[in-house]
Protein backbone atom coordinates (compact mmCIF):
# COMPACT_ATOMS: atom_id res chain seq x y z
CA UNK A 1 0.00 0.00 0.00
CA UNK A 2 2.85 2.55 0.87
CA UNK A 3 4.47 1.97 -2.36
CA UNK A 4 0.96 2.20 -4.08
CA UNK A 5 0.27 5.68 -1.89
CA UNK A 6 4.09 6.62 -3.20
CA UNK A 7 2.81 6.26 -7.01
CA UNK A 8 0.39 8.15 -6.52
CA UNK A 9 1.72 11.58 -7.16
CA UNK A 10 -1.62 13.28 -7.94
CA UNK A 11 -3.37 11.94 -5.17
CA UNK A 12 -6.16 10.13 -6.39
CA UNK A 13 -6.02 7.31 -4.17
CA UNK A 14 -7.46 7.53 -0.51
CA UNK A 15 -6.28 4.93 1.69
CA UNK A 16 -8.73 3.95 4.72
CA UNK A 17 -7.52 2.32 8.10
CA UNK A 18 -9.51 -0.05 9.00
CA UNK A 19 -8.57 0.44 12.70
CA UNK A 20 -9.32 3.57 12.67
CA UNK A 21 -12.47 4.21 15.99
CA UNK A 22 -14.33 5.85 13.58
CA UNK A 23 -14.31 3.96 10.26
CA UNK A 24 -17.58 2.03 10.91
CA UNK A 25 -18.96 5.17 11.91
CA UNK A 26 -17.65 6.89 8.40
CA UNK A 27 -18.52 3.70 6.39
CA UNK A 28 -21.20 1.67 7.91
CA UNK A 29 -21.81 0.01 4.61
CA UNK A 30 -18.56 -1.44 4.37
CA UNK A 31 -18.51 -5.09 6.46
CA UNK A 32 -15.21 -4.67 8.73
CA UNK A 33 -14.71 -8.09 9.06
CA UNK A 34 -15.28 -8.59 5.34
CA UNK A 35 -12.65 -5.98 4.25
CA UNK A 36 -10.02 -7.73 6.59
CA UNK A 37 -10.23 -10.76 4.58
CA UNK A 38 -9.83 -9.28 0.69
CA UNK A 39 -9.40 -5.48 -0.36
CA UNK A 40 -12.32 -3.50 -0.82
CA UNK A 41 -13.15 -0.27 -2.61
CA UNK A 42 -15.33 2.38 -3.50
CA UNK A 43 -14.83 3.92 -7.08
CA UNK A 44 -15.33 7.82 -7.17
CA UNK A 45 -19.11 6.93 -8.87
CA UNK A 46 -19.64 5.11 -5.16
CA UNK A 47 -19.61 1.59 -7.01
CA UNK A 48 -17.81 -1.15 -5.02
CA UNK A 49 -15.04 -3.11 -6.21
CA UNK A 50 -13.58 -6.56 -4.45
CA UNK A 51 -10.34 -8.44 -4.53
CA UNK A 52 -7.82 -8.21 -7.66
CA UNK A 53 -9.85 -5.52 -9.29
CA UNK A 54 -9.54 -3.07 -6.90
CA UNK A 55 -5.82 -4.09 -7.17
CA UNK A 56 -6.13 -3.52 -10.93
CA UNK A 57 -7.77 -0.50 -10.82
CA UNK A 58 -5.73 0.72 -8.26
CA UNK A 59 -2.50 0.58 -9.99
CA UNK A 60 -3.99 1.91 -13.26
CA UNK A 61 -5.33 5.20 -11.65
CA UNK A 62 -1.62 5.91 -10.95
CA UNK A 63 -0.35 4.51 -14.48
CA UNK A 64 2.01 2.12 -13.32
CA UNK A 65 2.12 -1.75 -13.59
CA UNK A 66 -0.29 -2.28 -16.92
CA UNK A 67 0.74 -5.61 -17.22
CA UNK A 68 -1.52 -6.70 -14.31
CA UNK A 69 -4.41 -6.35 -16.95
CA UNK A 70 -4.14 -9.66 -17.65
CA UNK A 71 -5.46 -10.80 -14.55
CA UNK A 72 -8.77 -9.59 -15.83
CA UNK A 73 -8.58 -11.36 -19.10
CA UNK A 74 -11.66 -14.08 -19.50
CA UNK A 75 -10.61 -17.48 -17.91
CA UNK A 76 -7.20 -16.19 -16.44
CA UNK A 77 -9.43 -13.76 -14.39
CA UNK A 78 -11.20 -16.93 -12.68
CA UNK A 79 -8.16 -18.54 -11.90
CA UNK A 80 -6.14 -15.22 -10.74
CA UNK A 81 -9.68 -14.55 -8.64
CA UNK A 82 -9.24 -18.55 -7.04
CA UNK A 83 -5.52 -17.53 -6.38
CA UNK A 84 -6.31 -14.43 -4.98
CA UNK A 85 -9.24 -15.97 -2.56
CA UNK A 86 -6.25 -18.30 -1.49
CA UNK A 87 -3.89 -16.14 -0.56
CA UNK A 88 -5.65 -13.25 1.04
CA UNK A 89 -7.22 -16.29 3.22
CA UNK A 90 -3.69 -17.71 4.09
CA UNK A 91 -2.11 -14.54 4.45
CA UNK A 92 -0.93 -14.31 7.15
CA UNK A 93 0.53 -17.71 7.21
CA UNK A 94 2.13 -17.41 4.16
CA UNK A 95 3.81 -14.09 5.00
CA UNK A 96 5.18 -15.82 8.25
CA UNK A 97 6.89 -18.44 6.14
CA UNK A 98 7.89 -16.30 3.48
CA UNK A 99 9.45 -12.97 5.60
CA UNK A 100 10.04 -14.83 9.18
CA UNK A 101 10.81 -11.47 10.65
CA UNK A 102 7.57 -10.09 10.12
CA UNK A 103 4.94 -9.21 13.50
CA UNK A 104 1.46 -9.59 12.53
CA UNK A 105 -1.49 -8.53 15.06
CA UNK A 106 -4.59 -6.52 14.88
CA UNK A 107 -4.11 -6.90 11.48
CA UNK A 108 -1.26 -4.74 11.16
CA UNK A 109 2.29 -5.84 10.28
CA UNK A 110 6.01 -5.12 10.99
CA UNK A 111 9.28 -6.01 10.84
CA UNK A 112 10.88 -7.50 14.24
CA UNK A 113 14.22 -5.54 14.56
CA UNK A 114 16.67 -7.29 16.79
CA UNK A 115 19.23 -5.01 19.29
CA UNK A 116 22.59 -4.09 17.81
CA UNK A 117 25.46 -5.61 20.12
Same mark, same amino acid.
Given at each position: ?7 ? +???? &?? %? *?? %? ?5 ? *?? @? $? ?7 ? +???? /? ?12 ? +? @?? =? ?6 ? !?????? !??? &????? =???? @???? /?? @?????? !? ?7 ? $????? $??? +? !????
Amino acid at each position: MAQLKQSD +TKNK &IK %L *ED %LNAADFS *ER @Y $SYIDKDKAM +TYLQ /AQTHTGEMIYGLDV +T @YQ =AWKIVGKH !RWLKIF !RLP &IISFF =ADCG @YLFF /AK @YRHSIS !RFLMPNTKC $SNGQC $SIK +T !RGVK
